[in-house]
Structure formats: C-alpha cells, structure tokens
C-alpha cells in the first residue's frame, strides 16, 4: 500500500501564481520529509526538507507547512515561475529508506 | 565539486541478458541507495548500502537482483536475465549518514535501463 498520498496529480497555475501540494502519512516513525523537483530526463533534486518537530519552514519561494497531529505536509510554491514547471515528489523517511509520493505535474503558464 | 555519477545514463539490453548499474557517490559521503523509477511513476526504494554492508534490501526484487558497494570503487546494482517488466530508470542517492539529521540524500542523473 502506498504510504505517502500525494494530490493533486496535476496542477495549471498562472505565472506569479502560488501552487500548493498536499502530501499524507500513516506511519509516525517518519523522522524527516524532503520534497524533491523533478525535470524529464533528469535526477529528482532536493527542494527543502522538513523534521516533524517544526512546523514551517520557508526557504526562498519554497515554503513547507507540516502539521504533525494530522500526518500532513504540503508545498508551497510562491510567485510561481514558469522555470518551476517540472514533478514534484513529497516524500517520508525511515531509516533510510525514502517513500514518496506518487508525484504532482505542476505547469506554470506565462 | 561532482555530485552524484551514474553510469552509463542510458542501457539497452536484450531479454536475458545481464544489466550493470555504476554509482559513485558525492565525495565524503558513505551511504548509498538505490530507487526504481517506472514510467509516470513515483520512485520505490530498493536497496541502501554502507561500505561492505546491505542495511536495508526490502525493496529488492528477491530474484535476479544484487546490489554491492565494495570497500574501493562504486556501487554496483545487477540484474541477471533481464526481462522487459525491469525497464525503467535507476537511480542512485547518496547521504553523509543516515540519521534525520545527516540523512540529505541527493541523487544522481539515473540510468534508463531498455529491455528489447
């Protein structure tokens, strides 16, 4: 079963727009949660990460809010470019071993 | 400052041959992993080695895959007797640890693996 749901599958927002993925987890032994950009035909590259003992963080246009009672996460994206256009993967770690989400397609159109 | 190398980025094999996939990770850092990524897929984990040691093989396949990382060299992932379900695109993360803390893992450019 999956372990990390992620929504929406797809996402259009209009340049300068904010674009917000949502992600949720069952298992409470996840220690730490990156969210990775992917690009086709490239390698997902880490975005921002988050420990479930915060519950924001903000790095540039990229902002993760994380809400530990309810075992969500999400990503937000700010003033959206159409450079952030690419998949976005949550994800969930445990030992080492990364679970991620299933992917959101986010567009940005100019 | 290299990042994470993979090689070769792109494979093609036939059915029941032998795939061999390199990683070298980013320079100080011990702990490798492996993920599969199948077409319009999320990544699944498959395996995460130290130098010398399997820490963690769930998610490998429990026939025709093995995975090393010897003392010297890179990390090696092997599929015998490929078949065309194992195409997909491999890739390979690296972290400095694997606490929360330490445990960043940044990944390669990833080998797409063709079974003809």
């Known amino acids: 079963q999956q372990q990390v749901k992620q929504s929406p599958q797809s996402l259009i927002v209009q340049k300068g727009g904010i674009s917000i993925i949502n992600c949720a987890y069952e298992n409470t032994a996840f220690d730490y949660f990156p969210w990775y950009q992917q690009f086709p035909g490239k390698g997902p590259a880490l975005l921002i990460a988050i420990r479930p003992d915060v519950s924001e963080k903000k790095e540039g246009r990229f902002t993760i809010s994380f809400n530990k009672s309810a075992k969500q996460f999400s990503l937000h994206i700010m003033d959206s470019q159409p450079g952030d256009s690419a998949t976005y993967f949550c994800a969930a770690n445990r030992g080492g071993k990364l679970q991620f989400g299933a992917g959101t397609q986010v567009v940005v159109t100019p | 400052n290299a990042g994470v190398m993979q090689n070769p980025r792109h494979l093609v094999r036939r059915r029941g041959q032998e795939a061999r996939l390199r990683c070298s990770p980013m320079?100080?850092?011990?702990?490798v992993y492996w993920y599969r990524q199948l077409p319009e897929e999320g990544l699944k984990f498959m395996v995460y080695l130290q130098k010398e040691n399997i820490i963690d093989e769930s998610g490998m396949p429990k026939e025709r895959f093995s995975a090393e990382f010897p003392k010297e060299g890179p990390s090696i992932l092997r599929i015998q007797q490929v078949v065309r379900g194992d195409s997909a695109a491999y890739f390979c993360?690296?972290?400095?640890?694997?606490?929360?803390?330490?445990?960043?893992?940044?990944f390669g450019p990833g080998t797409r693996l063709l079974v003809l």
């Open positions: 320079k100080g850092h011990s702990h």
């Open positions: 993360a690296s972290s400095l640890a694997g606490g929360p803390d330490l445990a960043t893992q940044y």
